[in-house]
């Protein structure tokens, strides 16, 4: 049974940096085409991915929002962490993780994390 | 970079059939995937690859995709199929996922 959880901060202020962790379980991000992707959902407004991380350690970032992400795992304790740096009101969301996969180089989600609501705000 | 455009409302009645486009630029060479996501929960595939079902989703949910237009059909529409559907691709060119907008099904 595959399952995957964000845990951080309700709360951040703005300027300030934003850690989530997503553990997950029932799958192994040592496993050949296995990924993490961390996503948002401003209020009211469409889903967006942010960076994804794969089994190989090959990283891919939201282009606009590159210099601000860094994506990185923990096979050991089977988790993978998103920083986002230099929080912004506009950057509230609720933040999701997901299992990726590839079919013919088409990837997509197949299990999500219930997501985390994430507010800024000073 | 790569546009997908859905329309903001489709609305149903139940037991008939909702059709939602995912419009983009020759399209028909991307594999295409759709969630569903209702009303304050995480979303779930529906169709990957343009076609395929995950196991669990009933069969009256399936895809196509040709030419510019990628479609999510959903026959005999229930009550419980009102969610905001979007679909989604991997822009190799940019190395992105990029979705569309979303619709939002309303059953009648």
């Known amino acids: 049974q595959v399952t995957l959880r964000e845990s951080g901060p309700a709360l951040v202020r703005p300027t300030q940096t934003l850690t989530l962790t997503c553990t997950f379980s029932g799958f192994s991000l040592n496993t050949d085409k296995m990924c993490v992707g961390w996503f948002r959902q401003p209020p009211g407004r469409a889903l967006e991915w942010l960076a994804r991380i794969d089994w190989d350690d090959d990283r891919y970032y939201r282009t606009s929002l590159k210099t601000r992400l860094t994506i990185s795992k923990d096979t050991s304790k089977n988790q993978v962490v998103l920083t986002m740096t230099d929080m912004d009101p506009a950057d509230t969301a609720t933040y999701f993780c997901?299992?990726?996969?590839?079919?013919?180089?088409?990837?997509?989600?197949?299990?999500w994390g219930q997501g985390t609501l994430v507010t800024v705000s000073s | 970079s790569y546009v997908l455009t859905q329309p903001p409302s489709v609305s149903v009645a139940p037991g008939k059939t909702a059709r939602i486009t995912c419009g983009g630029d020759?399209?028909?060479?991307?594999?295409v995937h759709w969630y569903q996501q209702k009303s304050g929960q995480a979303p779930v595939l529906v169709i990957f690859f343009d076609t395929d079902r995950p196991s669990g989703i009933p069969d009256r949910f399936s895809g196509s995709n040709s030419e510019n237009t990628a479609t999510l059909t959903i026959s005999g529409v229930e009550a419980g199929d009102e969610a905001d559907y979007y679909c989604q691709v991997w822009d190799t060119s940019t190395e992105q996922v990029v979705f569309g907008g979303g619709t939002k099904l309303t059953v009648l």
């Open positions: 020759n399209i028909a060479t991307e594999g």
């Open positions: 997901a299992r990726m996969t590839v079919l013919v180089q088409a990837y997509y989600s197949d299990f």
